[in-house]
């Protein structure tokens, strides 16, 4: 009996260790792949210098302008790091969207977009870019970033409204969801189809997702509504670990699934469009990179919240680091080039999955 | 004793009947739309009228004078193969609609989850941007169709072979539509990111779903497959209902769930492929026309599968007479669904309130 439980106690340790260690595994990931990042571009800046620039302005360096070190500086402080940090801070806010979804709407297709959350920003933009508004000017971007963000805030609004006359059942969200964005999507058609071939194409283009955008005045908003997102979701990954159980089972456990759905709904929602009126709709990192993690960690969320978050950033990351190399001088978009190396690895780990994946299997 | 069970018989009566009702009721809507369809336009013809001339020509009687020349002509070639194209998608993507719902036991899924049309996207714009014809034989419109028809196939081939290999629930082979639905729109992206802005706004059209690209000859190859996928499903709706309720309770009772998925899944791809090859993708009806007449008949995929194809039939050729007319050059059919239907079932939701 003694040995047994010490077995079972050293069984478990393991469990819990190999999560913790595949956590570990994607922040060094990051770590390293974010300093890489920063290496690429005109002016050659070695890796390990890299982390000695920004080791020193976090210190408070200051260097006489027109240097050698003042330049390394500002290249990549002011013009790469902002870029790698939007690639860390999108993809931990995607991703965990995409756990909490999954999770509280038992769903394993639900995305961080799945109550229409894209559709809204979208039109937001598309509208704001047909009116008149481009990214030449301050003005024209503000008017972009801000037009996508209250729309992509009414889905969701609609959404809770609505459970105020029906229940706040995963089935009803999921179906009001569906009825929002098409109706959304619609109109994005129309305005697409009416306008300009060169405005339809800067539209498409927006649509697809990059971060070749990214400045420092864009993420203090973004990192905002991203940490708010990510601490509820870590707080509360107990709440989501029930609801995955099913809805009677989660209200019989003491949860009162429907306003938990409901508070989860509209903090995500407001992390989700603050992230993507920025980028654009970067899609895959939200539904992929919860499942991926699933498979190799399993579905408990009390770890498989932060690996996700730690491999979405790692994913959008090196997707984007990628899509800058391959074509260069020119660079991919990051939506394309997560598809094209997201899919064919999520492919393989779900073949490798010998039993067969359930999506919500414990 | 017997008092409860006439009682018992008598309300099992009308549960049967009121589904039976609101069959009955969606497909003399459809019937109806029909006429609406080939009456409305520019040209004035009567409602009654259209259908004595569409008769008449189905008969062989041949118009005389030159007003009933042209009504015929109207008729019959402008107006009748874009209506029947419409009622043939309308009633496939909503069988299919019903089915993968039911298969993969998800409210999210619709026809175009295993990535069909992604594929069909793909298709036709590699022929529209880069001029590859994946039939050499054939050039233009055909080109277009058959790419798209071929590329559509493979996500779903791809998930049927994967599954002879290993176990595939519903899940995963969700999942592998969607792996392989991000590859092929990333290939879209590309493509339409380094090519010109007008060739950019053929391509988006194209895959907008019209049903203005219907003639004579591509309506028996849609027809002919759509229909007989249809009757599979139809005979395969009982086995459907045991389906949704599980995988362990459908293998207790008898059915053997991995490999009547698969033969669905054929089924479907078939039918929504040769509709999206003709037609673009046309989102909406086959998601949510299955959810709404739910909300009517129940989930019973024996009554809803006929209940939604007709209301799919219904719904699509009625949008499309406002889809044909709005604006200079018409606009593609699945914005007028969706904008009319999104609100419409957001009401139905709130109506029925707990009974989602």
Not at chain 2, 188 to 211: K, N, R
Not at chain 2, 347 to 356: F, H, I
């Amino acid at each position: 009996m003694e040995t047994g439980s010490e077995n079972l106690k050293e069984e478990y340790h393991g469990y819990v260790f190999r999560k913790i260690l595949f956590i570990v595994l994607c922040i060094i990931a990051i770590i390293v792949t974010a300093a890489y990042g920063c290496t690429l571009g005109g002016r050659e800046i070695s890796f390990v210098d890299v982390y000695k620039v920004i080791f020193n302005h976090i210190g408070g360096a200051t260097y006489e302008q027109g240097s050698s070190e003042w330049w390394d500086d500002y290249i990549i402080w002011e013009i790469r790091l902002p870029r790698i940090v939007m690639a860390i801070v999108a993809g931990c806010g995607l991703s965990i969207g995409g756990i909490a979804m999954q999770s509280m709407l038992n769903n394993p297709l639900a995305d961080p977009y799945t109550t229409g959350i894209s559709s809204g920003v979208c039109f937001g933009a598309i509208s704001a870019m047909v009116m008149g508004f481009t990214y030449s000017s301050i003005l024209g971007q503000y008017g972009i970033v801000t037009n996508a963000f209250l729309f992509g805030l009414i889905p969701a609004a609609a959404i809770i409204l609505l459970s105020r006359f029906v229940d706040a059942s995963p089935a009803t969200m999921i179906l009001a969801g569906i009825a929002i964005s098409y109706t959304f999507n619609s109109f994005n058609t129309l305005i697409m189809i009416t306008s300009e071939a060169e405005t339809l194409k800067s539209v498409y283009v927006w649509q697809i997702g990059t971060l070749s955008r990214a400045s420092w005045n864009d993420l203090p908003t973004m990192l905002t509504v991203t940490i708010v997102g990510s601490a509820f979701v870590l707080l509360t990954t107990r709440q989501l670990n029930l609801l995955m159980l099913g809805e009677k089972s989660a209200i019989s456990l003491g949860l009162d699934a429907g306003t938990y759905r409901i508070v989860c709904l509209a903090i995500l929602s407001v992390s989700t469009a603050g992230i993507i009126s920025y980028t654009g709709i970067i899609g895959f990192v939200g539904l992929v990179s919860p499942h991926i993690v699933r498979m190799l960690i399993g579905a408990d969320n009390r770890y498989l919240a932060p690996a996700a978050m730690a491999f979405g950033s790692a994913l959008l990351m090196v997707a984007d680091i990628i899509g800058r190399i391959i074509v260069q001088p020119a660079e991919l978009p990051v939506g394309v080039i997560l598809s094209f190396v997201g899919a064919p690895i999520f492919l393989y780990i779900i073949m490798r999955q010998k039993k067969g994946y359930g999506g919500d299997l414990y | 004793m017997s008092d409860a069970n006439t009682d018992f018989k008598t309300g099992y009566m009308i549960y049967i009947s009121k589904k039976v009702l609101f069959i009955t009721l969606f497909c003399i809507l459809a019937a109806l739309s029909v006429g609406l369809a080939l009456s409305f336009g520019k040209y004035p013809i009567g409602f009654l009228e259209s259908y004595e001339i569409f008769f008449d020509h189905i008969r062989g009687r041949v118009p005389e004078g030159e007003i009933a020349v042209t009504k015929d002509m109207i008729i019959w070639e402008l107006r009748a193969p874009r209506v029947l194209m419409g009622l043939i998608a309308g009633a496939g993507l909503a069988a299919c609609g019903v089915t993968m719902q039911s298969v993969m036991r998800n409210p999210l899924a619709d026809p175009y989850t295993t990535g069909v049309s992604s594929g069909a996207s793909l298709g036709a714009i590699i022929y529209l941007i880069l001029g590859i014809s994946l039939v050499p034989t054939l050039i233009g419109q055909n080109a277009a169709i058959a790419n798209a028809f071929l590329l559509s196939l493979i996500p779903a081939g791809l998930i049927i072979l994967i599954s002879r290999f290993m176990k595939t629930t519903p899940a995963m082979m969700i999942l592998i539509g969607v792996s392989v639905m991000f590859l092929f729109s990333a290939i879209t992206s590309l493509i339409m990111l380094v090519s010109h802005p007008d060739q950019v706004a053929e391509a988006y059209s194209w895959t907008a779903g019209t049903l203005g690209r219907a003639t004579w000859s591509n309506i028996p190859i849609s027809a002919g497959i759509v229909s007989a996928c249809c009757a599979i499903m139809m005979v395969y709706s009982g086995k459907l209902n045991l389906l949704s309720s599980g995988d362990k309770c459908a293998r207790s009772l008898g059915l053997n769930p991995d490999g009547t998925r698969v033969v669905l899944l054929v089924i479907v791809s078939f039918a929504t492929a040769s509709i999206v090859a003709f037609t673009g993708t046309i989102g909406f009806i086959g998601l949510v026309a299955p959810h709404m007449v739910r909300i009517f008949v129940g989930s019973d995929n024996r009554y809803l599968m006929p209940a939604s194809m007709a209301f799919g039939a219904f719904m699509l050729t009625a949008a499309d007479c406002l889809a044909r007319e709005a604006g200079t050059a018409g606009l593609p059919v699945g914005v007028v669904t969706a904008m009319i239907g999104g609100p419409l079932f957001l009401y139905l939701l709130v109506r029925k309130g707990k009974r989602t």
